[in-house]
C-alpha cells in the first residue's frame, strides 16, 4: 500500500480504548521510547530538562526523565501547573520520580529540553500562562525534543492558533498525526520519528502519501502507441505569459504522456513553434496576445483526440477568458485540470464544475483557493485541512492545494497529504509542471484523486532528484522536469 494512516486526536483514543491492557503500560512505553529517542540522537547531552504538563503528556514526560536519570543523565523536572492537578496513571509516573530524587525545579539550563507540555489532546490557542512557558522554552537556545506533538499544535488539524513549541524532533506514538504532515504544524515538528508502543492499526480518514503510490501510475508497455500512452491538450499562453503552458506542456511529456498539443493565441504561435519540439501548436483566435471566445471551436477540434486537457497556465485574464472558460467546461467531456488563470476565471461560477461529469481537478494555493472560496488567504495557510476539505465539498471536484505538504481532498472522502520535495520548489513554474504531470496522469485513465496524489508524489520525488545534481538553492522548474523521466523510470 502507498499510504500510511494519519492520526487525529480522537482517532488515537480509539485506538487506546482497543488496548486490553492497563493505560500505565502504554505510558511507560510512550515515555521509555522518547528517552530511547534521546540518548541515541543526542547522545552528547549529558544535562536534560523535561518539561512537563499536568495531563498525559506530561505523565509520559514523567518516564522519560525517569529513563534518561536511570541512564545515567542529569535530570531536572520542570512542572508546569500545580502538582494537586496530576492525577491517575500521570500521578503514578510523577511518585515513581520523586522516589528517584529527581530533582524538580525552574525553567532554566540543560543541553537538551524535552517538551511534554500538552499532548495530542490539545486545541485552540494556550492560556496566558501555558504561552510564557512555551515562549520561554523556545528561548533557551537548547535543541527541544517534544514528546507526540510539540505543544501548541493541533495534532488533528496542523493549526497553529498562538504559541507553540519549535522542536528539533518529535517522538510520536503508534502513527504520525495528522498536525505533525500539514503546515503549519508540520513546521514546529522537526524531524519526525514514530514509535510504536504495540496499539492494533486502526482506520484512518486522513493518510500520509509517500513516495510507493508511483507504482500506481501506467507506465508505456510493448503494445502502447503515442495515443494510448496518453494525449494531452493543453489551453493557454498569452502575451508576457508563454513560459507558463510550455513548462505544462514539457513535464506532461516527461511525465509519460504520449502525444500533446498546445492551444495558444495564434499571435504568438511562433514562440511556441520554437520552443516547443516534441509539440503539436494550435494557433486561436486572439486580441493582443490573449485568447477570445472565437478560439473555443479550434480547442473543441483540438480536445477530440485528447484523453485529459489542461486549461490556465499563463492563459490571461480578461473577460473574454472567463467566458471561454465557462464554455469550455461545459462543452468538454473529458477529464480536466484546472490551474492558475482558469481558477481566476472559475471565482463566483464553482457550478461551472460542480454541474460537469468529467473527473475535475484543482491546482489551487493558498491565495487561489481563498479566492474561489471568498476566504482571507491568511485563514486558508492557517486551516489547510479545512479549506481544501472545504474546497473539494463546495466544488464538487478533487482540489490539490499546493505547499510545502500537498493536500488532495474529494468530496465526502478525507485527505491526502504528501510531503515529499524539498525548498527548492519554491520557484516560479513548480506549479505549471505539477498541472502538467496531474493531466499526463489523468490521461492515462488515472482517478482524480490518486492521480493528483501520485503527482504530487512525482514532483516531489523529481525535486528531490534534480537537488542532487543542482542543489536546491538555485533550482528551476526546469530542473524538475528534466528529472521526471528518471523518477518515474525506477
Given at each position: 500500500m502507498w499510504t500510511e494512516p494519519l492520526y487525529t486526536a480522537e482517532e488515537m483514543r480509539a485506538a487506546e480504548e482497543a488496548y486490553d491492557g492497563p493505560m500505565l503500560e502504554l505510558m511507560e512505553r510512550a515515555g521509555s521510547a522518547a528517552a530511547e529517542a534521546v540518548l541515541r540522537r543526542y547522545a552528547d547531552a549529558r544535562s536534560v530538562a523535561v518539561w512537563c504538563g499536568t495531563g498525559s503528556n506530561g505523565g509520559d514526560g514523567?518516564?522519560?526523565?525517569?529513563?534518561?536519570?536511570?541512564?545515567?543523565?542529569?535530570?531536572?523536572?520542570?512542572?508546569?501547573?500545580?502538582?494537586?492537578?496530576?492525577?491517575?496513571?500521570?500521578?503514578?509516573?510523577?511518585?515513581?520520580?520523586?522516589?528517584?530524587?529527581?530533582?524538580?525545579?525552574?525553567?532554566?539550563?540543560?543541553?537538551?529540553?524535552?517538551?511534554?507540555?500538552?499532548?495530542?489532546?490539545?486545541?485552540?490557542?494556550?492560556?496566558?500562562?501555558?504561552?510564557?512557558?512555551?515562549?520561554?522554552?523556545?528561548?533557551?537556545?537548547?535543541?527541544?525534543?517534544?514528546?507526540?506533538?510539540?505543544?501548541?499544535?493541533?495534532?488533528?488539524?496542523?493549526?497553529?492558533?498562538?504559541?507553540?513549541?519549535?522542536?528539533?524532533?518529535?517522538?510520536?506514538?503508534?502513527?504520525?498525526?495528522?498536525?505533525?504532515?500539514?503546515?503549519?504544524?508540520?513546521?514546529?515538528?522537526?524531524?519526525?520519528?514514530?514509535?510504536?508502543?504495540?496499539?492494533?492499526?486502526?482506520?484512518?480518514?486522513?493518510e500520509h502519501v509517500d513516495e510507493r503510490i508511483l507504482a500506481e501510475v501506467p507506465r508505456r508497455g510493448p503494445s502502447d502507441n503515442k495515443y494510448t500512452a496518453g494525449s494531452v491538450l493543453v489551453v493557454g499562453g498569452s502575451t508576457g505569459k508563454t513560459g507558463a503552458p510550455c513548462l505544462t506542456a514539457e513535464a506532461a511529456l516527461r511525465a509519460g504522456a504520449g502525444i500533446l498539443t498546445v492551444c495558444a493565441p495564434a499571435s504568438l504561435n511562433t514562440v511556441f513553434e520554437q520552443r516547443l519540439l516534441e509539440v503539436m501548436t494550435r494557433p486561436c483566435a486572439d486580441e493582443e496576445g490573449v485568447m477570445t471566445m472565437d478560439a473555443a471551436d479550434a480547442i473543441l477540434e483540438a480536445a477530440e483526440k485528447a484523453t485529459a486537457i489542461a486549461i490556465g497556465p499563463g492563459l490571461g485574464r480578461t473577460d473574454a477568458v472567463r467566458g471561454l472558460v465557462g464554455y469550455l467546461l461545459d462543452r468538454l467531456d473529458k477529464p480536466i485540470v484546472l490551474d492558475a488563470d482558469g481558477l481566476w476565471a472559475l471565482a463566483g461560477h464553482l457550478d461551472w464544475v460542480f454541474s460537469r461529469e468529467a473527473p475535475t481537478v484543482l491546482t489551487p494555493h493558498a491565495g487561489e483557493l481563498a479566492r474561489l472560496l471568498g476566504r482571507d488567504s491568511s485563514r486558508i495557510s492557517a486551516r489547510r485541512l479545512d479549506a481544501v476539505q472545504a474546497g473539494a465539498d463546495d466544488v464538487g471536484a478533487v482540489v490539490l492545494l499546493k505547499g510545502a505538504d500537498t493536500l488532495v481532498a474529494a468530496p465526502g472522502k478525507g485527505v491526502l497529504a504528501c510531503d515529499l520535495g524539498n525548498p527548492g520548489l519554491a520557484t516560479a513554474g513548480t506549479g505549471d509542471v505539477l498541472t502538467g504531470i496531474v493531466a499526463a496522469f489523468l490521461a492515462k485513465g488515472m482517478e482524480g484523486r490518486v492521480g493528483a496524489a501520485a503527482a504530487a508524489a512525482a514532483g516531489g520525488e523529481a525535486a528531490r532528484l534534480a537537488a542532487e545534481r543542482h542543489g536546491t538553492a538555485g533550482m528551476i522548474a526546469s530542473d524538475v522536469i528534466e528529472a521526471l523521466s528518471p523518477t518515474l523510470s525506477r
Open positions: 514523567f518516564v522519560v526523565a525517569r529513563k534518561l536519570h536511570e541512564a545515567g543523565r542529569t535530570v531536572e523536572i520542570v512542572l508546569a501547573g500545580p502538582e494537586e492537578k496530576i492525577a491517575g496513571d500521570a500521578r503514578e509516573n510523577l511518585e515513581r520520580a520523586r522516589k528517584l530524587k529527581i530533582p524538580f525545579g525552574e525553567p532554566g539550563g540543560g543541553e537538551l529540553a524535552v517538551d511534554a507540555l500538552f499532548g495530542t489532546g490539545f486545541s485552540g490557542k494556550p492560556r496566558d500562562e501555558a504561552a510564557r512557558l512555551i515562549e520561554e522554552l523556545n528561548g533557551l537556545g537548547a535543541p527541544i525534543l517534544s514528546v507526540d506533538v510539540p505543544s501548541g499544535v493541533n495534532a488533528s488539524t496542523g493549526e497553529v492558533a498562538g504559541a507553540a513549541v519549535k522542536a528539533e524532533t518529535t517522538v510520536t506514538f503508534h502513527g504520525r498525526k495528522v498536525g505533525l504532515v500539514v503546515a503549519p504544524g508540520r513546521f514546529q515538528a522537526g524531524e519526525v520519528e514514530v514509535a510504536d508502543i504495540g496499539l492494533a492499526p486502526g482506520r484512518t480518514r486522513h
